[in-house]
């Protein structure tokens, strides 16, 4: 069985079973976008508040969850796939994520929180390498998409001191934006503006009506979150994507994808490193600080600075007692003690595993899915998932340069990225297979 035109053909080598494979699918991605215990969170921002990673339900969920992803790629997913998904490059970051634990302030802590952020990659995983047809796979985002939106707008409407923050903590000016069921505003705006694109996904391929609705009340809870971050980068992506499509040189279409993320780091985290960038912008927009980041990040990279090779180690560096019980640095004027992230995944990914882990985890997420992403066709099957892909990766790279996910456990955001990343990864290998194949298979 190969890669098809047909819209009921595999995407990529089926087991034989006679039963469905979307349901399956569609419970673990439900299950991690909305989590065990959806509507018990409480602001982000409040500093020594524990994610919801380190609530107990969630432990044992998350860890059911492991076991029961495990037994699905190894009983229901042909080996063709799960030889796709292990690549060098990941297997070369797992020692790097090894000494970051090690290095941490609380090693035993770190090794639980990176259990359950692989088990979140072990269910995009499991999650991709289910569906056995595209029409499979429209069903089980479809069901997760529409549950995750129904639950965040019954969490605004019925439940507002858990869906609408409340302008409490340090953050009072996010009074009355919508959140739904997730810690942040800018957390639900990211997810939901993922979902919009599954949601434009599913109406092109055998479900325009309801396609269409979940796209609609995605972008309309975005609004309402006040996330101005997304409602730029959204449209962003999608334009990116578009003209990439019909580029056919490899290098001219790498170089347009990957454009607009480099440019996003050089105005962002680049305008600290190099003053001179920073000095450029606000010479245009005067008191620029993109909501206190720049003070968070000339923090965190002066930190940086003094354990350059090996950084902190894993969730060691921001909300512990080594930024919270410090002296506020005179020369900034955002209070970095109560901050939980660095507000870029780059330096945290810097701060957590060291320049030279950053380095490599560029080349993991980065470098490898625009390389599977220049295999994939532009047409048929492929060419549909590998469009829907690289616009979720593309739009939740540009939002790294201004939020922390990486392998945050809880963190959706982090999940629709891992779903870009392995579904670029698992499209190309089956796209190569097929090409390879004998023409009379």
Not at 177 to 201: M, P, Q, T
Not at 311 to 339: H, K
Not at 378 to 396: D, E, R, Y
Request: charged share 10%; proline share 5%; aromatic share 10%.
């Amino acid at each position: 069985m190969t890669l098809a035109h047909d819209h009921n053909q595999t995407w990529y080598r089926p087991i034989a079973a006679p039963r469905s494979s979307w349901l399956p699918s569609a419970l673990i991605l439900t299950i991690v976008l909305i989590s065990f215990r959806p509507f018990t969170s409480t602001d982000v921002n409040l500093p020594g508040q524990q994610s919801a990673g380190g609530d107990i339900i969630n432990q044992l969920g998350f860890g059911l969850l492991g076991l029961i992803c495990l037994y699905l790629l190894a009983k229901k997913t042909c080996s063709s796939s799960i030889n796709a998904l292990l690549h060098p490059l990941w297997i070369v970051l797992l020692p790097v994520l090894a000494i970051s634990i090690f290095n941490a302030d609380n090693p035993v802590g770190a090794m639980r929180a990176m259990v359950f952020s692989l088990i979140v990659v072990l269910a995009a995983a499991t999650a991709l390498s289910l569906p056995r047809n595209l029409s499979e796979l429209v069903s089980a985002l479809t069901m997760a998409s529409a549950v995750t939106i129904g639950l965040s707008y019954f969490a605004v409407f019925a439940f507002p001191e858990q869906g609408v923050h409340d302008g409490s903590g340090f953050e009072a000016f996010h009074d009355g934006l919508w959140r739904g069921i997730y810690d942040h505003k800018n957390i639900a705006a990211s997810v939901l503006g993922c979902l919009a694109l599954f949601g434009w996904f599913v109406a092109r391929n055998g479900k325009p009506l309801t396609g269409i609705a979940i796209a609609l009340a995605a972008l309309g809870f975005v609004v309402q979150a006040g996330s101005k971050t997304v409602l730029g980068i959204l449209p962003t992506s999608i334009l990116i994507v578009a003209l990439a499509h019909w580029v056919t040189w490899r290098p001219l279409k790498m170089f347009i994808l990957i454009l607009p993320i480099a440019l996003l780091a050089t105005v962002t985290l680049g305008a600290v490193i190099f003053p001179s960038i920073l000095d450029e912008l606000r010479s245009h927009v005067p008191g620029l600080t993109y909501t206190g980041r720049t003070d968070i990040w000339i923090f965190g990279l002066d930190s940086l600075n003094k354990s350059p090779w090996l950084g902190y180690g894993f969730e060691s560096f921001w909300n512990t007692p080594r930024v919270a019980n410090m002296v506020q640095p005179i020369d900034l004027n955002w209070d970095v003690r109560g901050i939980v992230h660095g507000h870029n995944s780059w330096l945290d990914a810097a701060l957590a595993f060291g320049i030279p882990g950053a380095v490599l985890l560029a080349a993991v997420l980065i470098l490898l899915p625009l390389i599977d992403y220049c295999r994939i066709p532009n047409s048929g099957n492929a060419g549909k998932l590998g469009n829907l892909f690289i616009t979720i990766w593309i739009f939740t790279s540009l939002g790294a340069c201004l939020e922390s996910f990486f392998f945050r456990r809880a963190d959706p955001v982090w999940f629709c990225m891992l779903i870009a990343i392995i579904g670029l990864r698992l499209t190309a290998h089956m796209s190569s297979q097929h090409i390879r194949a004998p023409k009379g298979r």
